[in-house]
């Protein structure tokens, strides 16, 4: 049977044999003896025992002084504080640094010593596997790839993890005993959340929108639970948050490829629907126009030619709305992302002359390739670029351009600080000829979009606090549509 090994720092060879004496009635304990501060911090150091006894009056120091710079040093194994006479200060504060428990010598005896060291030894143990959970929960919550959120019950923020700080944009130490409903969107949707989270006690798959510190908006899915800290004896919730951004882009191509198919469908069929009468219309016209008592006419020649020139306005119009809604080939190429975007602000520069504005680069360097048809993803920056620019009135234009890699797509932000775009259309923004701007076509975006759907990938609305934001992104695994 493995004997537990103990010492005790004492300054008093006396004390020492009197302690002796009750050890010699516990066959499974082994006393050792130093005698001054000194030797007594090395054998803590080595680790050399099991458990040790302290004497609170120790050469020129008190116990406690050493018993701090035992837990300083990471002493795991328990210290028990030892007194010639009861002092209840003396007590609390040893218990306070951290000791396992105090006793006084003249009444030390072999059931208060084994019990003492048995208790402080499990105790130990416990508090060992405690701080081993609570490193490898800490290395989970610091490491993980998700935001984590610690608040108490009132909703006051404890704690962030570093996912958190990147995906709110906030440095943790600045957002600490902060109310966190300001993360939410809707205040409701916070009271909501936290309400149902104390009646249930644990919540999965709660979806909200949530604020960056941007203004941003994004698409959360939330799961939470509480758990007691034993420390504070208090409730705390750990609130997990998953981005929903990718999956809601998912199935809004999902629907844009379905919106494109019908209408693409619709367009062929309108085209034919009315080129045909339209070339009648041009042929019953030119036969008018070579008849004698027309020919002699100048204003019916005029008319004549104001009804030819609707006619082919109609055909071009038409010809506009087949292009901006059939599926065409690509011209697939390895082709590095950043450098397209770089070509696609020099292209940008004619559009930016006189009109004052300010251009905001944050461009991540890359040497990404992915298969695209460079042209067309080219033309399709130049063409959202070209829309931010169009939606601001006055002269204060500022305009960003922010590129990053995340783990499955290449994506560029185009942010403006125009008038943005009401909630009740922006359903429609990429729809064929629909615009909120005088003397634009409104195909801009639609083409945009095409392209970069057809290449896998997306463009994703924004609202911001002011102006509009759009997020143009490719996915890493593109294949594309050859």
């Known amino acids: 049977m493995r004997l537990t090994k103990v ?13 002796k004496v009750v050890f010699d009635q516990l066959p499974t304990y082994e006393l050792s003896w130093v005698s001054n501060y000194n030797k007594g911090i090395t054998a803590i150091r080595r680790n050399q025992f099991d458990v040790y006894l302290v004497d609170y009056r120790l050469d ?62 499990r105790q130990a143990s416990v508090l060992k596997e405690l701080q081993y959970s609570e490193a490898k929960y800490r290395t989970i919550f610091e490491e993980a790839n998700d935001p984590m959120i610690i608040t108490d019950h009132t909703g006051k923020i404890i704690d962030m993890n570093p996912a958190g700080s990147r995906f709110f944009g906030y440095e943790s130490n600045l957002i600490l005993n902060k109310k966190s409903e300001f993360l939410f969107k809707s205040k409701e949707e916070a009271t909501l959340f936290f309400s149902s989270l104390e009646e249930k006690g644990a919540l999965h798959n709660f979806e909200c929108l949530m604020l960056t ?45 379905g919106k494109m198919s019908i209408s693409e469908h619709i367009a062929r069929g309108l085209g034919e629907e009315v080129r045909d009468p339209l070339s009648t219309v041009n042929l019953t016209l030119d036969e008018l126009a070579a008849e004698d008592c027309i020919i002699s006419s100048e204003s019916a020649q005029i008319c004549i030619e104001i009804i030819k020139a609707n006619c082919d306005r109609i055909n071009q119009v038409i010809k506009n709305f087949i ?26 520069e004619d559009l930016f002359a006189g ?27 130049v063409n959202v670029i070209k829309n931010a620019l169009e939606a601001i009135n006055g002269f204060s234009k500022e305009i960003s351009i922010v590129t990053e890699i995340n783990s499955y797509a290449f994506e560029i932000t185009i942010s403006d600080n125009g008038t943005g775009i009401e909630p009740h259309i922006q359903d429609r923004i990429f729809e064929p000829f629909f615009s909120t701007k005088l ?44």
């Open 60 to 121: 020129n120091t008190t116990g406690l002084d050493l018993l701090k710079e035992a837990i300083n040093s990471g002493c795991k194994q328990p210290i028990i504080m030892l007194t010639g006479k009861g002092n209840s200060r003396i007590d609390q504060e040893a218990m306070e640094i951290g000791a396992a428990d105090y006793l006084i010598k003249d009444q030390l005896g072999v059931s208060i010593v084994e019990r003492s060291i048995r208790y402080a030894i």
């Open 213 to 257: 510190k941007t203004g941003t908006e994004v698409s959360c899915n939330l799961s939470a639970f509480i758990y007691t800290d034993m420390k504070s004896v208090s409730e705390v919730f750990h609130i997990m948050i998953k981005d929903l951004s990718y999956r809601k882009s998912v199935e809004r191509e999902s629907v844009n490829l």
């Open 439 to 482: 003397r634009t076509v409104g195909l801009g975006l639609t083409h945009a979009q095409r392209v970069f759907v057809s290449h896998g990938g997306g463009i994703i609305y924004k609202p911001q606090r002011k102006g509009s934001a759009f997020v143009l992104h490719l996915p890493l695994d593109n294949k594309g549509n050859i």
């Open 7 to 19: 010492l005790l720092i004492d300054d008093d060879e006396d004390d020492y044999f009197l302690t």
């Open 323 to 348: 292009s901006s809604t059939e599926t065409k080939s690509l011209n697939m190429q390895k082709a590095n992302v950043a450098v397209i975007v770089d070509h696609a602000l020099e292209a940008a």
């Open 355 to 381: 009109q004052d504005v300010q251009l905001t680069k944050q461009l991540t360097p890359s040497d990404v390739e992915l298969l695209l048809d460079v042209a067309k993803i080219k033309n399709a920056i």
